[in-house]
């Protein structure tokens, strides 16, 4: 970290103990994250309940390049939260995981799933048990009468529309799954 560690102490004295968990935590950060400049943290007693315990209250504000990310334990949430030393924990947790999400959006490894490509039956061979898509760039796409989910291959009429997941076979692109959208026929 760039900016040295802040801990504030707000309706509690200062606990040293407390202080010293926050710095093994806070430390840990800096593996997860090559661009974090700094980390604030605010340990809080809101009530003082002398048959229910004091509930705390932990936030954690890390800087890092191009924004900041944020982890708020709620005493009201959380039970659990009547030992501060748990609201820490949990607090850094979550903060963690938020940075380690950070870290994977800058290096582009967050997966992204492409939406299933969608066609229209052109042709079926029921006593066969199976039928053509066309994609809508004009392909023939095969399918099999076992990769028809959501609804019976029997009910499928040519000019449905239908999404699916295309992969190679072996004798070209053919469709692993085929899901009817209900409704919308290619009318000719």
């Known amino acids: ?13 200062h606990s040293e103990a407390l202080a010293e968990k926050v710095r093994r935590r806070a430390e840990k950060l800096d593996a997860f994250a090559d661009d974090l400049i700094g980390c ?7 009530h003082r ?18 924004g900041e990310i944020t982890a708020s334990r709620e005493h009201e949430l959380h039970h659990g939260h009547t030992d501060a030393h748990v609201a820490v924990r949990d607090a850094f947790d979550e903060v963690e995981r938020r940075l380690q999400d950070h870290a994977r959006r800058v290096r582009g490894q967050v997966k992204s799933h492409a939406a299933p490509a969608r066609g229209w039956v052109s042709l ?14 004009g392909r023939e796409v095969y399918f099999h009468r076992n990769s028809v989910l959501g609804s019976r291959f029997a009910d499928l009429e040519p000019g449905d529309e239908v ?7 072996e004798k070209g692109p053919q469709a692993s799954t085929v899901h009817a ?7 000719n």
């Open 181 to 187: 959208i209900g409704g919308h026929r290619l009318v």
């Open 1 to 13: 970290m760039k900016i040295p560690l802040q801990i504030t102490f707000r309706g509690l004295d």
């Open 49 to 66: 309940h002398h048959r229910e315990g004091n509930l705390f209250h932990v936030r954690v504000d890390l800087t890092v390049k191009g």
């Open 163 to 169: 999404r699916f997941e295309e992969e190679s076979g």
């Open 124 to 137: 079926l061979k029921p006593e066969a048990g199976y039928g053509f898509l066309t994609t809508g760039d």
């Open 40 to 46: 604030r943290v605010v340990i809080e007693e809101r």
